[in-house]
C-alpha cells in the first residue's frame, strides 16, 4: 500500500505489483522490522533484554494460567510484533495457543488440531481439518514459516481419495479428506494418517470444499516463499489435475456452478444450502484461478488450462449475473413476471416474487449489494453468507462496482453482521417453523446460533482481508478492535451466540485454533498490507463477461 494513504483514501490496493507470476514477499524485510520493534520495546524500558523476555513480560496474568495448563509441544518462533501493548500481548498469547495446537507426525509439525479444550470430550477436535489448517497455514507462512505449511500439503496429498469407500459407495477419485489423524502404536512404535472424508462426520457428507482449500493454500506457499518446485511436483500436478477433473466432470446440469449437498462446506450442518451456495461457488472460482497460475503448461496440463478458461467465463457471468442482489435488482424482481418462455425470458429461474422474504427489503440498503447465498429454479435463497461475499471479493470474481457495494453493505448494516463480535456466518437467522423444517430441529442450530445466525472470529481474516483489497482498511481495523476485546478474555471460543453476538457460544468449544488463527491473520495483514498478496489475487479482465448487468448504484 502507498505509505501516503490514509484511512479514510477510497483507493483500492494496488494489486499491479502483485502479478500471477511467483515473487517473494521478502520475509527477511518483515523480521527485520520485527527485531527492530523489539529491539524499540526493549529501549523503552531503559535496558537492553532479549527479545523472549520482552514478550514474557507482555502476557496478560488473567489468561497466563489457562493457556500454560493446556501443556503440549511448541515450535515457536517469535510472533511479528503489534503496535499497541495491548493488542501485542493477545498477538503474543495467540501465538502461544496457535503453536500448542501443533500435529507432529514423524518429528516433523504436519497440521494443528481444531481445539486444545480440554474441558470437553475429544470428538473429532482433536484432528486436522483441512478448512480449518488454512487460517493456521496462512499465519505461519506471514509470520516465515513455510514448512509447517509445506508438510501439510504434502500428507494431505498421500491421503487423496483414489479408491476410498464410504459404506460401500466409492467416493469421487480426487476427493480430499475432511480431515484426518495421526494415530501412534505403541507396540510397533510406529505412527499413521488416518483421513475421514466423512464417513465419521455428523450428516456424513464427503466435504467439496476441502480440495478447493488445498489449491488455494498450495497457492499462498507459493507465492509467500517464491518457491516454485512444490506445486511443479509431479504429485502435486496429479492432485490438482484430480480435484479438477472431479469438479469439471460433465453431467446434466445446465448450469456452470458446482452443484452440492448440504454440509459439504463451513455450514457442515443442514441449513438448507443445498443447491448451488456461494460459498462452494466463491471457493470454486478462486481454485480454479489458482490452478490456472499452477498447473505446468505440458499438454495435460494446457487441457486442463482451457477447459478452466471456458468454466470461469461462464462462472463469473452466472454468478455475476444472477446470484447479484442490489435495491435495483430487488425492484427488480418484486415485479418478475413468471412462467416466461423462451430465451428471451427475463425471470430466467422463473422465481415467484411472492416468496421473497420480508426481511430483505428492510435489510438492503439503497448503496449496497451482495451475492445471495444460492439461485436454483423457483428459488432465490437472499441469506447473506461470509465467506462467500468476502472470498468473491478476494478472488476477483466481484466486479470492482460489486466489490465496493459489499463493503457499502457491510458498513451500512454492521450492526446486523457485526454487532459486538465479528462475524456473523450468515443472515439472518431461521427460526421457529421454518427452522424445524429447514435444520429437521437442529438444536445446535438454534436461532443466532452456530451456523444459523452465529459469529465466528475465524471469519476475521477474510473480512480484514476484503477490507484491505477495496482499500477500506479502517473498517477491518475497527473489526478487529471489537475481537480484541472478547476473544482472549473468553479463551478464544469457536463461536459467539445472539443478534449481537454477546453471548459464548452454547457449545462453542475453547481455543479453537482458527479462531486463534483469524485473530492472528487479520493483525499481520494490517500492519502490513502487502501480506494481502498472498492469498487475494488480482482482477483479472479475460474473466469478466462483455456485459455486466445487476451492478450497484453508487450515485
Request: aromatic share 10%.
Amino acid at each position: 500500500m502507498d505509505p501516503t494513504q490514509t484511512d479514510s483514501d477510497p483507493r483500492p490496493l494496488d494489486f499491479s505489483r502483485f502479478d500471477y507470476e511467483v515473487t517473494s514477499l521478502n520475509v527477511e524485510r518483515r523480521m527485520s522490522q520485527e527485531a527492530r520493534n523489539l529491539s524499540e520495546l526493549s529501549s523503552a524500558s531503559g535496558s537492553p533484554r532479549h527479545p523472549s523476555v520482552i514478550l514474557e513480560d507482555l502476557r496478560t496474568d488473567d489468561c497466563q494460567d489457562n493457556l500454560c495448563s493446556t501443556g503440549g509441544r511448541s515450535g515457536a518462533t517469535s510472533p511479528r510484533a503489534s503496535s499497541g501493548g495491548e493488542s501485542h500481548s493477545i498477538a503474543t498469547e495467540g501465538w502461544e495457543a496457535l503453536n500448542r495446537s501443533l500435529v507432529y507426525f514423524q518429528g516433523q509439525p504436519v497440521g494443528t488440531i481444531a481445539a486444545l479444550d480440554h474441558t470437553e470430550e475429544a470428538l473429532n477436535y482433536n484432528q486436522v481439518f483441512v478448512r480449518d489448517f488454512v487460517s493456521s497455514g496462512l499465519a505461519y507462512l506471514m509470520n516465515g514459516e513455510p514448512e509447517i505449511v509445506k508438510n501439510f500439503l504434502l500428507k494431505t496429498l498421500q491421503l487423496q481419495s483414489r479408491e476410498k469407500r464410504v459404506d460401500c459407495f466409492k467416493l469421487g477419485e480426487g476427493a480430499m479428506p475432511a480431515s484426518f489423524k495421526v494415530l501412534h502404536d505403541p507396540v510397533r512404535q510406529e505412527e499413521g494418517l488416518i483421513a475421514d472424508f466423512g464417513e465419521a462426520a455428523i450428516g456424513r457428507v464427503a466435504p467439496v470444499d476441502s480440495g478447493f482449500w488445498w489449491i488455494i493454500l498450495l497457492r499462498a506457499y507459493t507465492k509467500s516463499t517464491g518457491d516454485a518446485s512444490l506445486a511443479e511436483m509431479p504429485e502435486c500436478q496429479k492432485g490438482m489435475r484430480l480435484i479438477l477433473s472431479l469438479s469439471l466432470s460433465e453431467g446434466f446440469d445446465t448450469y456452470p456452478t458446482l452443484l452440492c449437498a448440504d454440509g459439504c462446506c463451513m455450514i457442515d450442518r443442514r441449513m438448507g444450502i443445498y443447491g448451488y451456495p456461494i460459498e462452494i461457488q466463491a471457493l470454486f472460482f478462486m481454485a480454479l484461478s489458482c490452478a490456472l497460475v499452477l498447473l505446468k503448461h505440458d499438454e495435460e496440463g494446457k487441457e486442463f488450462a482451457d477447459r478452466i478458461a471456458k468454466r470461469l467465463h461462464a462462472l463469473s457471468y452466472h454468478l455475476r449475473s444472477y446470484f447479484w442482489l442490489d435495491f435495483r435488482q430487488l425492484n427488480d424482481i418484486y415485479r418478475y413476471k413468471t412462467e416466461e418462455y423462451s430465451h428471451t425470458a427475463v425471470n430466467k429461474f422463473n422465481v415467484m416474487p411472492d416468496s421473497l422474504p420480508d426481511w430483505v427489503f428492510d435489510f438492503m440498503p439503497t448503496r449496497g449489494g451482495y451475492f445471495i447465498g444460492n439461485v436454483s429454479p423457483a428459488r432465490m435463497d437472499c441469506r447473506w453468507f461470509c465467506l462467500g461475499n468476502c472470498m468473491a471479493i478476494l478472488s476477483s470474481l466481484a466486479t470492482p462496482d460489486q466489490s465496493a457495494a459489499i463493503m457499502d453493505l457491510l458498513e451500512e448494516r454492521w450492526a446486523e453482521l457485526v454487532g459486538e463480535m465479528p462475524m456473523k456466518v450468515c443472515y439472518p437467522a431461521i427460526e421457529s417453523h421454518e427452522w424445524r423444517i429447514v435444520t429437521g430441529c437442529d438444536p445446535k442450530n438454534t436461532r443466532w446460533s452456530y451456523h444459523n445466525g452465529g459469529s465466528w472470529p475465524v471469519l476475521l481474516w477474510l473480512v480484514a482481508a476484503a477490507c484491505i483489497k477495496t482499500g477500506r482498511p479502517q473498517v477491518a481495523r475497527r473489526a478487529v478492535e471489537l475481537a480484541e476485546c472478547r476473544l482472549l478474555k473468553d479463551n478464544w471460543p469457536e463461536y459467539y451466540d445472539g443478534k449481537q453476538g454477546r453471548y459464548v457460544g452454547k457449545q462453542a468449544r475453547q481455543f479453537q485454533t482458527w479462531s486463534i488463527a483469524g485473530y492472528l491473520v487479520a493483525k499481520m495483514m494490517l500492519e502490513d498490507p502487502l501480506l494481502l498478496g498472498i492469498i487475494a489475487l488480482e482482477d483479472d479482465r479475460q474473466t469478466q463477461p462483455p456485459l455486466q448487468r445487476w451492478v450497484s448504484w453508487r450515485g
